[in-house]
């Protein structure tokens, strides 16, 4: 079930003496969104459709699917070097450096 972001924002309008107009779903360019500037309200601007909002979820889940299998094939790849090549325990010690002695 969604979440009731209609129902919410009726509410505070109604609290704050507004009125909401709802415009549906508005597409903002990624310049746009990464600026945080506010999508379109210009009414002849068509809200985008079910089939669009289902193309841009497809591609969001590509995306995010392929960032995952990324960072898991990075952690495999550290992983497997640490066995191949393990630290020296010896690789700690400064070789030629004398300890301080006591006074």
Same mark, same amino acid.
């Given at each position: 079930?969604?979440?009731?972001?209609?129902?919410?924002?009726?509410?505070?309008?109604?609290?704050?003496?507004?009125?909401?107009?709802?415009?549906?779903?508005?597409?903002?360019?990624?310049?746009?969104?990464?600026? &945080?500037?506010? /999508? +379109?309200?210009?009414?002849?601007?068509?809200?985008?459709?079910? *089939?669009? =909002? !289902? &193309?841009?979820? /497809? +591609?969001?889940?590509?995306?995010?699917?392929?960032?995952?299998? *990324?960072? =898991? !094939?990075?952690?495999?790849?550290?992983?497997?070097?640490?066995?191949?090549?393990?630290?020296?325990?010896?690789? !700690?010690?400064?070789?030629?450096?004398?300890?301080?002695?006591?006074?």
């Amino acid at each position: 079930q969604a979440f009731p972001y209609i129902e919410i924002a009726h509410a505070i309008a109604k609290r704050a003496g507004l009125q909401v107009t709802d415009h549906g779903h508005v597409r903002r360019s990624k310049r746009s969104k990464m600026l &945080g500037i506010a /999508a +379109s309200v210009d009414p002849n601007v068509a809200p985008i459709g079910d *089939a669009e =909002i !289902a &193309g841009l979820n /497809a +591609s969001h889940y590509r995306f995010m699917m392929a960032l995952v299998v *990324a960072v =898991i !094939a990075l952690v495999a790849v550290g992983l497997t070097l640490d066995v191949i090549n393990p630290p020296s325990s010896s690789s !700690a010690v400064i070789k030629g450096v004398q300890k301080p002695k006591k006074q």
